[in-house]
T-cell receptor, first 114, second 111 residues
Framework: DSGVTQTPKHLITATGQRVTLRCSPRSGDLSVYWYQQSLDQGLQFLIQYYNGEERAKGNILERFSAQQFPDLHSELNLSSLELGDSALYFC?????????????FGPGTRLTVT | AQTVTQSQPEMSVQEAETVTLSCTYDTSENNYYLFWYKQPPSRQMILVIRQEAYKQQNATENRFSVNFQKAAKSFSLKISDSQLGDTAMYFCAFSNYQLIWGAGTKLIIKP
């Protein structure tokens, strides 16, 4: 158990809909990272937040947005969903804002868009 | 641009054998970290081992060890006495200001 929690575990929704994925980092960790992993693919970095502020942006679509709240939990919002958005979405956390520290991953949210 | 290359898409070995997974990276930075992560069929991402670039000594965690060649920008993972539970995707990652991931190597341990 990494100490990072993600909810929900599974999500099935229709095209065009909007969903919110939630992540709680390990106690004391200030950075949250979001990744997308499609079937049999590597990890695609989406976005990083550090202590409430956006720190780095990766290949995140304009239909996707994220935020980190004062209690450090983070939410990833996916809107106008398409079939291709079906994937495993991971949240990871680390103590600092720099990626020099290892990242600890949550169990992921499996999103299926039908 | 910093890149990480894992040249072996898939490997399989017999249980109890030793296997080495390759990883090379490209960077002009001098201070960085390297990681190996494991993703078993459960899809959970698990940190296996980490190496600081400024340390010459290779990191070791039980049956897992690395061969870090800084000049060659190589960071291979050796798994000794492989077990069925080692079956997983293995990802190499380079970290400076962001974590850069390799494409992964699928390792299958056969009974």
């Amino acid at each position: 158990d990494s100490g990072v929690t993600q909810t929900p575990k599974h999500l099935i929704t229709a095209t065009g809909q909007r969903v919110t994925l939630r992540c709680s980092p390990r106690s004391g960790d200030l950075s949250v990272y979001w990744y997308q992993q499609s079937l049999d693919q590597g990890l695609q970095f989406l976005i990083q937040y550090y202590n409430g502020e956006e720190r780095a942006k990766g290949n995140i679509l304009e239909r996707f947005s994220a935020q980190q709240f004062p209690d450090l939990h983070s939410e990833l919002n996916l809107s106008s969903l398409e079939l291709g958005d079906s994937a495993l979405y991971f949240c990871a956390s680390s103590p600092s804002g720099l990626a020099l520290n290892e990242q600890y991953f949550g169990p992921g949210t499996r999103l299926t868009v039908t | 641009a910093q890149t990480v290359t894992q040249s072996q898409p898939e490997m399989s070995v017999q249980e109890a054998e030793t296997v080495t997974l390759s990883c090379t990276y490209d960077t002009s930075e001098n201070n960085y970290y390297l990681f190996w992560y494991k993703q078993p069929p459960s899809r959970q991402m698990i940190l296996v081992i980490r190496q600081e670039a400024y340390k010459q000594q290779n990191a070791t965690e039980n049956r897992f060890s690395v061969n870090f060649q800084k000049a060659a920008k190589s960071f291979s993972l050796k798994i000794s006495d492989s077990q069925l539970g080692d079956t997983a995707m293995y990802f190499c990652a380079f970290s400076n200001y962001q974590l850069i991931w390799g494409a992964g190597t699928k390792l299958i341990i056969k009974p």
